[in-house]
């Protein structure tokens, strides 16, 4: 019989083993009654021969082998009987345990998704993406002719491939526009990702031949799902996507969401067709016609190219690659003068792991990420100690309980494991719990995280997948221990015959023992707390300073109507009149002050830079002449609030035919003229010279956090080519009024104008902010919980205190001590564990406090203010919480507690 | 559990004599105290304590097979066989006995 079978069997083995000794029994009784001798003596004797039948079956028990498990069992039953007894602390740790153990796995969810978890493809470890590194800010963007060489370079071309970014895409389901995301891709992308089709088939290279030949699209299995229900009969349908009709030819495997966690891509075209799908984003434009086919141009750089190479041959490839992207770079700038041709050529290309996805919210959330995990940790561990405390209690109060069973046999080791079977028993029925709760913190957080994105991300989204099953066992066990651990030191150490000598009142209590077991667990908890207290601080701080930015412009009253014209497939010699009448019917609602077009918006995230040349000036190597850019409509500074410092704002007549001219910010006019008169200077940026005829004020244009952009600002109606993606509008009263009539004027004018939405810069701008708020108000509410589960604690062990102590302090009041001084008495004890926390905490904390450095603005990590506040909170606290045990010190009846003596 | 060398020697010898009385025909336990009693005319008391502990000890290193069988008087009991892995074992200790006993006897004899 295999153990297993007989732990399964326990039941039948303790029933033969009965069987087996009863026969015995009666076999030596039948001995003696054959001599005469009476039955019952018969069997006193029999018993007394076989040495005690409880004994025996005892020692043959143990003669099995199997005894550790079989006790196991015998345990986990005792444990559960023990906790059944003491139903509020079972569900009160059940439920701290639950929420703690949740909020962890919640938050490891998250982590994994966009920090740690590979991609649903084939061989992630393989995937690899090419950089272009040497050139300032590194970059990921390659030109079709570029791509097409450097896929030629590899030892197999098929092991290459190449993307756009992620962007809405209008599909018309019925007669409106609606929003999905789409992305463009090669026709080797699936088969480099080893992707397969749940239905119909893939992208592959025969549907990327002919410039704009091939009208065809892949839905992702999830949009298949929500949109069209999973019907078959959407292969070979068409589908009308920024007006053009593009035939369905399959549906992607399942859980594939695209490249990037956390940007779940809707569907996917052929690259040939971005000309026709109006693909216009993300691209670096040099010496090139974005207007028309970007494929065959290799001024455009707008592709992210991936590949496939096993890590051993990544060197190789990668050498390959170089050789060649020098043939593609001298191409890219054979028509530049000769000081761009070698600046340009110190690029070189590398080859970075793509296993993981290629998300944008990896670099944004990476570093709060790992804060949130660290601080939800932080909790679990003061939640831990005060389970700890909680049970040191209990088993103090057991130990009458505990001493008899000493003295009946029982091994101080198998006491102990005993202990730990109740920790562990209550830390996984805590685990079991706290999938729920993980399951609806996980919910919350993706709410919290991606407030404005109509779908939560398929990626970010919580399953039950063994990993993070595993995560959440793996952390009940670990806690279980963590916390089980004491007590069961107190077990094995506890003086057991004391007890029998005091009733069972001391034990525990070890006289002489200064700072015991229940102290340091509180201690720690105060230091722990610290850490998130200053966390916390630091943060709201942090969000504070951002919030108290002045971006630069007056923000408030405006609204930004983002609308996507180029999907509406308007031809480019309409958009002056529309511009006109978007302008016009904006106007004409009320409590409207200004109108203006723009073609990037405000605070919209969509920058566009060119590189900007000043006539008869040279420049080292160092020189950086990329600005940011915006082509608006004259009212555009009167309605966003931004000043004009010199010079003049556009008007009517700066239109096509005049003189082009643009308005530059401060820290432009500053980089290129220096302390020279900026108005009347001339800079390029391509053929044409450009006037500056005004400076405005420098302005967070982008988001909040970074520094004001460069910026040069063309009038619309010089570039009447260019399709405006943003409305902005200056109005009086409130936002949620205004808006409606906006939204209501824009579809006036074309009710198949897809917008985006229409919200106000404020909230533009909060967006930009949204990790930080996030993380600050995650750590404002974990430090609330640790100071709370820490005053829980400290409150405890000072209450048990006086318990203790009651007889002393009872003979100093009836000595004549006054109860003030008795209070002092305790809430000094209190005091006294709450500064040596503090200062562990603080040599503990200080040394780390660096880590959080990118995380904060405007303040210091060791701002000796914040730490010295969050300390000055944590007495507070500990004074509050010692107040009632030293208060209830103050009353005990000397008389009672002698006589207890 | 704590090492105590005097009832090693005699577990190991109470688990060789166990192995030798099963040796013939499948026994009950009482049965084996008993013919240990016998053979041993009445010279050796085994500590019917101990016993049942060896018997599921040598049961669980396969070196007995317990079957229960009616016994002659229609009751059930549970009877051990040796095993053939019982039968090595048994060989091996006896030879080892015998070799030791040898060895005590020629030291006891010199000394």
């Known amino acids: ?901 | 559990m704590t090492p105590n060398g005097k009832s090693d020697i005699l577990q190991g010898m109470l688990d060789m004599l166990i192995l030798k009385a099963v040796a013939t025909e499948p026994l009950h336990g009482y049965a084996v105290a008993q013919r240990l009693r016998l053979l041993s005319r009445d010279r050796l008391q085994v500590p019917q304590g101990s016993l049942y502990p060896a018997l599921h000890r040598l049961e669980n290193r396969g070196w007995l097979k317990g079957d229960w069988a009616d016994t002659p008087t229609g009751r059930e009991a549970k009877f051990y066989r040796l095993t053939p892995k019982g039968k090595r074992q048994l060989a091996t200790e006896v030879s080892q006995w015998k070799e030791l006993a040898a060895t005590i006897a020629l030291v006891l004899e010199l000394a």
């Not at chain 1, 079709?144 to 756009?164: K, N, V």
């Not at chain 1, 670099?363 to 831990?384: E, F, N, Q, R, Y």
């Not at chain 1, 919030?547 to 958009?575: K, M, N």
Request: hydrophobic share 45%; net charge positive.
């Open chain 1, 1 to 901: 019989m295999s153990w297993i079978g007989r732990l399964l069997r326990r039941r039948a083995m303790e029933r033969d083993l009965d069987k087996e000794l009863r026969f015995h029994l009666d076999e030596e009784a039948r001995r003696h009654t054959a001599v005469g001798v009476d039955p019952r003596e018969a069997e006193r004797r029999a018993r007394i021969a076989l040495g005690g039948l409880e004994q025996t079956k005892e020692s043959t028990r143990d003669a099995r082998g199997t005894r550790w498990l079989e006790d196991i069992g015998s345990d986990v039953r005792y444990a559960v009987r023990a906790l059944r007894r003491t139903p509020v602390f079972t569900a009160s740790a059940i439920l701290t345990l639950a929420v703690g153990i949740g909020a962890n796995t919640a938050v490891f969810n998250l982590t994994d998704a966009v920090l740690l978890r590979t991609l649903p493809v084939l061989r992630p470890n393989e995937l690899v993406a090419v950089k272009r590194v040497g050139l300032g800010d590194d970059n990921y963007r390659f030109s079709h002719p570029s791509y097409e060489r450097l896929r030629h370079a590899m030892p197999d071309t098929t092991a290459m491939a190449a993307m756009s970014s992620t962007l809405r895409m209008w599909a018309m389901i019925g007669d409106a526009p609606e929003a999905t995301i789409g992305q463009l891709v090669s026709g080797e992308w699936f088969g480099v990702l080893g992707v397969r089709p749940a239905m119909g088939r893939l992208i592959d290279p025969s549907d990327n031949r002919d410039l704009g030949g091939h009208p065809v699209a892949v839905l992702s299995h999830a949009y298949w799902d929500r949109r069209f229900g999973r019907s078959p009969s959407v292969i070979g349908s068409t589908l009308r996507v920024n007006g053009v009709a593009l035939t369905v030819i399959g549906v992607a495997a399942p859980r594939f969401f695209g490249m990037k966690p956390g940007d779940d891509v809707d569907l996917y075209a052929p690259l040939v067709m971005q000309h026709e799908l109006r693909y216009q984003s993300n691209a670096s434009v040099d010496n090139a016609d974005g207007s028309k086919p970007w494929i065959p141009q290799i001024g455009i750089a707008w592709l992210t190219v991936i590949a496939r190479a096993a890590p051993d041959q990544r060197a190789q490839v990668e050498s390959r690659l170089e050789r060649d992207f020098r043939g593609a770079l001298t191409d890219e700038v054979a028509s530049r003068e000769e000081q761009v041709r070698t600046f340009r050529m110190r690029e070189h290309v590398r080859l970075e792991p793509a296993g993981r996805g290629l998300s944008d919210l990896r670099k944004d959330l990476g570093a709060p990420m790992l804060t949130l995990m660290a601080s939800v940790g932080l909790v679990l561990l003061i939640a831990c100690a005060n389970l700890a405390s909680l049970l040191l209690a209990r088993t103090t109060a057991r130990s009458q309980e505990l001493s008899i069973r000493a003295s009946l046999g029982a091994r101080s080791g198998r006491l102990i494991r005993q202990g730990f079977t109740e920790s562990l028993t209550l830390a996984l029925i805590g685990g079991v719990c706290s999938l729920l709760v993980a399951r609806w913190g996980s919910v919350a957080l993706l709410h919290l995280l991606t407030s404005n994105t109509n779908t939560p991300s398929q990626a970010l989204q919580l399953t039950f997948e063994p990993r993070l099953l595993a995560f959440a066992f793996g952390l009940s066990l670990l806690v279980g221990v963590l916390f089980g651990v004491a007590p069961a030191l107190r077990i094995g150490h506890a003086d057991l015959h004391a007890v029998f000598k005091t009733g069972g009142r001391v034990v525990g209590a070890r006289h002489g023992n200064r700072f015991p077991l229940g102290r340091v667990l509180v201690a720690g908890q105060i230091a722990l707390s610290l850490a998130l207290v200053v966390l916390a601080t630091l943060f709201a701080r942090t969000l504070r300073n951002f919030t108290a930015i002045d971006p630069g412009f007056d923000q408030h009253q405006v609204a930004e109507a983002r609308i996507d014209v180029r999907a509406a497939g308007y031809a480019a010699e309409r958009l002056p009149a529309l511009n006109d009448r978007l302008i016009e019917a904006v106007r004409a609602v009320p409590r409207v002050r200004s109108v203006s077009v723009s073609v990037t918006g405000v605070a919209t995230g969509h920058m566009r830079t060119s590189s900007v040349e000043i006539p008869g000036q040279v420049h080292g190597p160092e020189w950086d002449g990329t600005v940011q850019e915006n082509t608006v409509t004259p009212a555009f500074f009167e309605t966003v609030g931004l000043s004009l410092m010199r010079g003049r704002g556009f008007t009517a007549s700066d239109a096509t035919g005049a003189p082009p001219v643009a308005v530059v910010s401060q820290s432009m006019a500053r980089y290129f003229f220096g302390t020279e008169e900026a108005i009347g200077r001339r800079f390029s940026t391509g053929d044409s010279a450009i006037e500056v005829i005004g400076v405005v004020r420098d302005a967070r244009v982008n988001t909040i956090k970074d520094a004001p952009p460069r910026m040069a600002y063309y009038p619309l109606a010089q570039v009447p080519s260019e399709y405006p993606n943003g409305i902005e509008v200056r109005f009086d009263g409130p936002a949620v009024t205004v808006i409606p009539l906006i939204r209501a004027a824009i579809a006036s004018v074309d009710r198949a104008l897809p917008v985006r939405e229409i919200v106000t810069l404020d909230e533009l701008l909060g967006r930009g902010l949204r990790e930080q708020s996030l993380v600050s108000q995650l750590a404002g509410l974990f430090s609330i919980l640790a100071l709370l589960l820490a005053s829980i604690g400290l409150y405890g062990v000072m209450a048990y205190t006086v318990a203790q102590r009651s007889t002393e302090l009872g003979v100093r009041l009836a000595l004549g001590a006054k109860p003030a001084e008795v209070r002092g008495v305790v809430l000094r004890d209190t005091l006294r564990i709450v500064v040596i926390g503090l200062v562990a905490g603080a040599v503990i904390l200080i040394p780390s406090l660096g880590a959080v450095e990118s995380l904060v603005y405007g303040v210091s990590p060791r701002d000796p203010a914040t730490l010295a506040a969050a300390a000055a909170l944590l007495l507070l606290v500990g004074t509050l919480a010692g107040f009632v045990p030293a208060w209830r010190a103050s009353r005990i009846d000397p008389a009672r507690a002698l006589r207890a003596e």
